[in-house]
């Protein structure tokens, strides 16, 4: 198994990000597409169905299967999204997705915002081992939903680490320090730092920040708003702050980015929702 790419969208609403994500496409042999969804409401067409899109609900889109996102900015859609390759000498795994093609939702719950984040984060690490683990961690968890088992991964660490995901990503337009945030969680800083540190292998602040600069790039390229708004937007002190802080974790200033990483979208075929 290989990730080949991994990505965290947090409410979806602006219009060019709506056309991005909701425009009709597949994958090549033998990649198959993972979507979790944690908040939000909308419609996920895969293959010729469209299935209703609630907060837990999971995925799978086999190779060539066309799949889009409908939702509405009324009511922002929040999702992971791993697309993976799969061996040839992983045919067990491969048939049994592709005779899972038309079961729809799995319905596991919200509470694996870390488990999708971990992957995420590891399985666009630069550190073979680390991608190996990732996928050893999607590989469980396929055979796992197809096989009908419930999903084991609620030790007290993850629980935590959960929690503050779940309350970060919440806070990306705004500010929160490591001190609320560790009171929130009924941690002591120290504590909260080496357990974050030790399973993202960064510390809670500098993810948070970099969750600000993922959203800072949505905003750049989806919308007609000034960097001096967009920082307003995420709570950063000024402008300077923010392309300081952009610069540093994307080597380009904003402008810079917005230019030369502008969507390019082409017309999408329009998809209505299904009727009641």
Known sequence: MEIIDAVFVYQMRQQNELRWHGRLHSHGDNEFEVHYFLGGEGVFLNGKTYYNVHPGSLFISNPHTIHSIKAQAQDPVTYYAILLSLKEEELVLIDMLRQQEHHGAYQIGTNYRFFFEEVKEKGLSQLPNRRQSACHQLFSLLFQLVDGMEWLGNDSESRHLERALRIMQKNVMGSLTLGELAAELKLTNSYFIRLFEKRMRQTPMKYYMKLKIEAASALLTCTDLSVKEIAAKLGF????????????????????????YLQQLGETEKISFPSP
Do not use: G
């Open 237 to 260: 002190s000024s402008e300077f702050h923010f392309s300081k802080q952009f610069k540093l974790k994307t080597s380009l200033a904003p402008t810079y980015y917005r230019q030369q």
